[in-house]
C-alpha cells in the first residue's frame, strides 16, 4: 500500500493573503509529492511498507536515512495542510483552551513560545505543539523533516500543531523575513483540527 499525496481540503490560493497560491502549488504539488514518491521508492520491498506513516514515524531508528527524511516529510506535511484552513485563525476554545492556559499560564504565552521555537530554529526544520506522554504539553522544534513522533526526538510526543520553517514554505513571499510568515500563520490555523488532534491524543 503506497503512500499517496493527499488532496488539499481548499484551494491553492485560499490562504492568501497570508500563504500565497505560488508557494501553496509547489510547497504541496512538488515539495510534499517529492516526499511521497521518495518515500515509497526507499521502502520498496521492504517490511516497512505495510506500516501507517504513524507507525514508521515511532520506529525510525530501524530505517535508512532516507526513510527518516521522506517519511517525516510526508507525515509533517499531511500535518501541515490539515492544520491550515481558509477560515482559521482567532483563537481556540473549550478543552484545548483551557489545556493551553493550564500548561503555558495564557493563550498569548504559549503564542510567544511557539513563536519563539519557530524563530530560533537554524536552518530548515519545524515547530511543534505535542501532547508528552504524562498528558502536559511541550513546545519545541525540530530540525529537517523530524518530528516529535520520532523514536530519535528530543521532544518526544504527539504533535497537535506544526509549522513549516523551511525557505520552500515562505520564501517567494516573504524572502528572509521568517519572523512575518510566522505572525501571519496565526491567521490560518485550523483550531477545530488541533481540538481534534488534542482529544485524539488524550
Ligand atoms: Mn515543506
Redesign the pocket.
Known amino acids: 500500500m503506497a503512500h499517496q499525496l493527499p488532496q488539499l481540503s481548499y484551494l491553492y490560493n485560499s490562504l492568501e493573503p497570508y500563504i500565497d497560491s505560488r508557494t501553496m502549488e509547489i510547497?504541496h504539488s512538488k515539495?510534499?509529492n517529492a516526499y511521497v514518491t521518495n518515500l515509497n521508492n526507499a521502502i520498496a520491498g521492504t517490511d516497512a511498507e505495510n506500516l501507517s506513516i504513524e507507525e514508521l514515524c515511532k520506529n525510525i531508528s530501524k530505517y535508512p536515512v532516507a526513510v527518516r527524511n521522506n517519511g517525516g516529510g510526508h507525515f509533517n506535511?499531511s500535518l501541515f495542510w490539515k492544520i491550515m484552513s481558509p477560515n482559521g485563525g482567532g483563537m481556540p476554545h473549550g478543552k484545548l483552551l483551557d489545556a493551553i492556559i493550564s500548561n503555558f499560564g495564557s493563550f498569548e504565552n504559549f503564542k510567544e513560545k511557539f513563536n519563539a521555537a519557530a524563530t530560533t530554529r537554524f536552518g530548515s526544520g519545524w515547530a511543534w505543539l505535542c501532547v508528552k506522554s504524562d498528558k502536559s504539553f511541550a513546545v519545541c522544534s525540530s530540525p529537517n523533516q523530524d518530528n516529535p513522533l520520532m523514536d530519535i526526538s528530543e521532544c518526544p510526543g504527539t504533535p497537535i500543531l506544526g509549522l513549516?520553517v523551511?525557505e520552500?514554505?515562505y520564501y517567494l513571499n516573504y524572502q528572509n523575513r521568517r519572523p512575518d510568515y510566522i505572525s501571519a500563520f496565526w491567521n490560518v490555523i485550523n483550531w477545530a483540527e488541533v481540538s481534534r488532534l488534542f482529544e485524539s491524543a488524550q
Open positions: 510547497h515539495h510534499h506535511h513549516d523551511w520552500h514554505a
